[in-house]
Nanobody, 127 residues
């Protein structure tokens, strides 16, 4: 059973920072791609970033490049999304997701590539 638990969301002013956490088991971090997605009201779910389990290759959506950083901490069994220079358009429910990586290739940037999801955490960027 793959369980993912997000935390770290909240209300932040434009230009501020937040760090989201996705807690998972050690097996998940060792063998699964982990992706971060977000969904704003009335919009489709959007891929934000993802990381592979072995080499740690990463992907970032153009809208967050240079502002967000994804990382893994095997000691804490967690994947983080550090979000800096936040903008109002970053407001959304953020989800982490996992998919087994048996081929060693890049992590998929689309939601269709994942089959395990967390419950989501709300991020609101507003003054």
């Amino acid at each position: 059973q793959v369980q993912l638990v997000e935390s770290g969301g909240g209300l932040v002013q434009p230009g501020g920072s937040l760090r989201l956490s996705c807690a998972a088991s050690a097996v998940v971090l060792d063998y699964y791609n982990i992706g971060w997605f977000r969904q704003a009201p009335g919009k489709e779910r959007e891929g934000v970033s993802c990381i592979t389990p072995s080499v740690g290759s990463t992907y970032y959506a153009d809208s967050v490049k240079g502002r967000f950083t994804i990382s893994r901490d095997h000691g804490r069994n967690a994947v983080y999304l550090q979000m800096n220079s936040l903008k109002p358009e970053d407001t959304a429910v953020y989800y982490c997701a996992a998919a087994y990586n048996g081929h060693g290739g890049p992590c998929p940037p689309l939601a269709e590539g994942y089959n395990y999801w967390g419950q989501g955490t709300q991020v609101t960027v507003s003054s």
